[in-house]
């Protein structure tokens, strides 16, 4: 073979994930043409998807020593530069870069990196503001830029002597728009701090120091939050929800130790409680490297109490965010074993479990959506005496979780007595506007019973931004939440839903995700309740469920809300607009489905 065919080999094997095999034939494409520059940077591609760092800068630099004009070339020697912590000749090579390249954002956003450690914040600053005003929306880049800002809090006039920024008539704008975006992305400090840089160059700029007020009553309210809730500890230290809270402001402040203390503190006190749904605490201990702590409480706990139940699903989400999937599935195993053994006894079966492989999947799963009454509904049919439930009402295994595998999501489920009829389910509301979540479902279980749960999505928008706030997860005003976004979706319309907070309007739009489902499941496995219906007769809904699920009737003597929420009501404006936002795709999920759901 000659070089070029070893270099079409090296990119097929590139391709399919063979790397090892791929570095091997580019090496030898090298050996055979040693002249090439391009031999030299496929061969550090390949080297950097390996974690081969030195290597990877070896080939890099004899690349751009034979070709000094291809500008691809130094900006991945930087990068693997980066990672080896060679701060200066990172610089150097992004420098090379931005000469011949200077629209690519990634290298001002790499070049500030580099410039961050070696302490030279006011060029760090020019970097970070040249990657936003090429791409305000790479990832990571406001936080990159506020701690930069940050770092100079106490001497603006000299960051502002390093920091090359020409503000000019024409654009001021941008200048503003980022200021606004710094606060946007939670970052009201820095978002003062560049804001009184630019006063300092343009003093008399009327409009930066009208920003500058509403800067500085943000700023003041985030330091009222963090002082009420440090004071709420002193009231109550040996409360975990008073930790829990503390925890959830500092985390919004970014300060990440102390929130991680704090989460940590709150379990300490009482690992007694599921806090494996507390997914922003996680997060957090995950970000300081704390999980091992975790884990090391909640063994202590189980050690002592080796009947309890969520000491064991909090050692679960321990092990599972550490990647220990199989010491995880052995945890949820034992503690679904004990539950399905007490719940079997609860319902006078006089039936026992077998042990973990009978393991049954699930027979139906109430798919959503948030905050239209599926958690009261998944309770009702908890109590059914044919109904035996997993450890975990919410497993987001099919939206959320999917890489964890299924044999993880399989250990959540109850083992079953030999001989009975007896049905499992779960709820994880999630689903429903998840765009992977159908067809993975369909491929695992494609006679699973789907169930769903739709409310005026208007107050179901509301209803979620108030449980959020409640939770300490969402701290923006509901305007605020609600513009934001507005603009994310005129960015972005098929913004994919995920994980964080948010998404009110998003995941009201009923009828895209129903069409999405119906693309893999018939009509007849799907159940589409109206909420609303549910909240005036919660029996008349659930005989409807069981009718659904082939299960005999059975009366509960109370229907109680299991997930209430209470709040102020919104205004009539901002009710209006989420009404008028919301009307055409539900007269299109009414023209769609032949059901009337009279939303107003």
């Not at 070896?58 to 991945?76: G, I, M, Q, R, T």
């Not at 102390?258 to 599921?274: C, G, H, Q, V």
Request: some cysteine; proline content about 5%; hydrophobic content about 40%.
């Amino acid at each position: 073979m000659n070089s070029h065919e070893y270099q079409d080999l090296g990119n097929s094997l590139q391709e399919s994930g063979k790397f090892d095999d791929a570095a091997t034939a580019y090496q030898q494409a090298v050996d055979l043409h040693p002249d090439s520059s391009w031999c030299y940077h496929s061969l550090g591609d390949v080297l950097l998807k390996l974690e081969r760092w030195e290597d990877a800068v070896c080939a890099y630099n004899k690349a751009v020593e034979l070709n000094p004009d291809f500008s691809w070339s130094y900006h991945n020697l930087g990068d693997a530069l980066l990672k080896l912590r060679r701060w200066e000749e990172a610089v150097a090579a992004y420098r090379c870069e931005i000469e011949l390249n200077s629209d690519f954002a990634w290298s001002f956003s790499n070049l500030g990196d580099a410039l961050t450690k070696l302490k030279k914040s006011g060029e760090a600053i020019a970097a970070y503001v040249k990657a936003i005003e090429i791409d305000g929306d790479l990832p990571g880049i406001y936080d990159k830029l506020g701690y930069s800002l940050g770092q100079n809090e106490s001497d603006l006039q000299s960051v502002l002597e390093k920091c090359p920024l020409q503000v000019t008539p024409e654009n001021l704008e941008f200048y503003l728009q980022l200021g606004k975006n710094l606060a946007k992305y939670d970052r009201p400090k820095s978002a003062i701090i560049f804001c009184k840089l630019l006063l300092t160059d343009q003093p008399t700029c009327d409009t930066w120091a009208a920003q500058l007020g509403e800067f500085l009553q943000e700023q003041e309210k985030c330091n009222r939050a963090l002082a009420s809730s440090r004071e709420i500890v002193a009231q109550k230290p040996d409360d975990c929800w008073s930790y829990y809270n503390l925890g959830a402001v500092l985390s919004h402040q970014k300060k990440w130790d102390e929130a991680a203390t704090s989460f940590l503190k709150a379990i300490e006190i009482n690992p007694d409680i599921p806090w494996w749904f507390y997914y922003n605490l996680w997060e957090v201990l995950a970000k300081q490297n704390k999980l091992d702590q975790v884990e090391n409480l909640c063994r202590e706990v189980v050690a002592a109490q080796p009947e309890a139940f969520w000491p064991y699903l909090n050692l679960g989400e321990a092990l599972t965010r550490q990647d220990k999937i199989e010491e995880a599935i052995s945890c949820y195993q034992t503690v679904s074993y004990q539950q399905a053994l007490a719940s079997l006894i609860s319902k006078d079966t006089g039936k026992m479990p077998v042990p973990q492989n009978t393991v049954k999947a699930p027979n139906f799963i109430i798919i959503g959506s948030q905050r239209c009454g599926t958690t009261s509904l998944y309770t009702y049919l908890a109590q059914h005496p044919q109904i035996l439930t997993p450890i975990k009402k919410e497993m987001d295994f099919f939206s959320w979780h999917f890489q964890r595998g299924i044999d993880w999501y399989l250990a959540h489920f109850p083992p079953m007595p030999v001989g009975e009829q007896f049905l499992t389910g779960e709820a994880s509301p999630s689903y429903f506007d998840c765009r992977e979540a159908p067809e993975r479902l369909y491929s695992a279980f494609p006679e699973v019973k789907l169930v769903v749960l739709l409310r005026n999505p208007v107050d179901r928008a509301i209803s979620q931004f108030y449980r959020l706030t409640d939770l300490n997860w969402e701290v923006r005003s509901c305007d605020r939440a609600i513009s934001d976004e507005i603009a994310r979706l005129a960015q972005n319309p098929a913004y994919i839903i995920g994980e964080e907070p948010g998404n009110y309007l998003a995941r009201g739009r009923y009828i895209e995700f129903i069409k999405n489902w119906l693309v893999f499941f018939p009509k007849e496995q799907l159940l589409i309740l109206k909420s609303e219906d549910f909240y005036a007769g919660a029996a008349t809904t659930v005989k409807q469920v069981l009718a659904f699920l082939d299960l005999p009737e059975y009366q509960l003597s109370e229907y109680q809300n299991a997930n209430p929420g209470s709040y102020q009501p919104i205004s009539d404006s901002v009710r209006d607009w989420l009404s008028d936002y919301f009307k055409p795709y539900n007269q299109e999920l009414e023209e769609y489905l032949g059901k009337k759901f009279d939303w107003e």
